[in-house]
């Protein structure tokens, strides 16, 4: 049922240039009570199609270790086949570990989710593709106020979500829960493609404080055919401190909302500071504090934002996607095919090519950044 487990103590501990795939958890973290597991790292490795056929299956779980890394992977297709849940995932990073970083791998067509990255840390430079949920960083499972999420999410990119199945639709890019401390920097979600619920690209819901949110973009992230989105949403929180949004693209240029507040803006909270806005849908719409949807100057006047601007930005390439991307490799444009290769990455045949860091450096530059 499990490709490789570690349930016993140990540290430093190096899972490297390892394939693994078909278990009903590919990769276990997680060692026996009484016991400590420090200082691991997970790298380079290919985790794919873990399948069972009742309970959960999971690419990658770890629960219960003291500073770990998870680094230049490729995980794909965990928890697809088999027992169909919400509760199967390409990386299911429990809220119990401390001291996480996960670095430029790349995660693609998870059963459930990319990453779930429940007590916060360290998210840096990875590529999120075709999952129903692109990443959770935190988790609403937190005991807040005793225990919240705190770290950097910066410089990811998250493109295309479909729905789990007939009964699961999802579509959400990021979402964050209970943060306490947390900067969420340079990151793209773009390119929204088939999934049908819950369909916006950044999500803040349960508790958050310090939170600064900047420099982050998003390109038409709605869907079909009833054209509803959202760039950024705060959702049902119960607590709320400390709160800035700045220096953001939220660029629909087709339909959707591109600020949605579930709840009244409490006094003091939010700093709305010089983001680019731009919807293809009636400008009257653009926002919306419930319960009412407000215009660009609507909008000012309620939350006191300085700088916005209503501004259709004009990049260099937008479109570029996944299938574009291979494509000016000179091979066959399509996911599958990209992700066909990116599963023959190993030691000795280690193709910058197919790394996170050259996709996502391509991705960026087509929006000039």
Known sequence: SVGIKWYGGGDDILIEDVFVAGYGANIVLQPATGRTLSNVRVRRSVIVDSYITSGYS????????????????????????????????????????????????????AGATGMQQRPGGLCEENLFLENPTGVIFGHAALMWPTQKASGTFRNNVIMGTRDIN????????????????????????????????????????????????????????YRTPD???VALEFDTATTMTGVTVRSNDFQETVHGMLVHHTLPLPPGVFTYQSNRYFSGDVSTAWFRIDPTAYSLSGWTTQTGETGGLSQQVSYPNPGRTISTYHASLGKTGTLAAFLTEVRLQRKGNWRTQYTAQSVNSYIRSGFGL
């Open 227 to 229: 054209n509803v989105g």
């Open 166 to 221: 007939s009964t699961l639709p999802r579509g959400t890019g990021a979402q964050f829960q209970n943060l306490s401390g947390v900067e969420i920097a340079g990151n793209v979600v773009a390119h929204h493609t088939t999934g049908t619920a819950n369909t916006k690209a950044y999500l803040l819901d349960t508790n958050f404080e310090n939170v600064t949110f900047h420099n982050n973009l998003v390109y038409d992230w």
């Open 58 to 109: 999971q690419g990658l779980f770890v629960s219960r270790v003291n500073t770990l890394l998870v680094e230049e992977n490729i995980f794909n297709r965990n928890g697809v086949t088999g027992a169909t849940s919400e509760h199967n995932h390409n990386m299911y990073l429990q809220v119990d570990n401390t001291n996480i970083t996960t670095r430029a791998n790349i995660s693609s067509e």
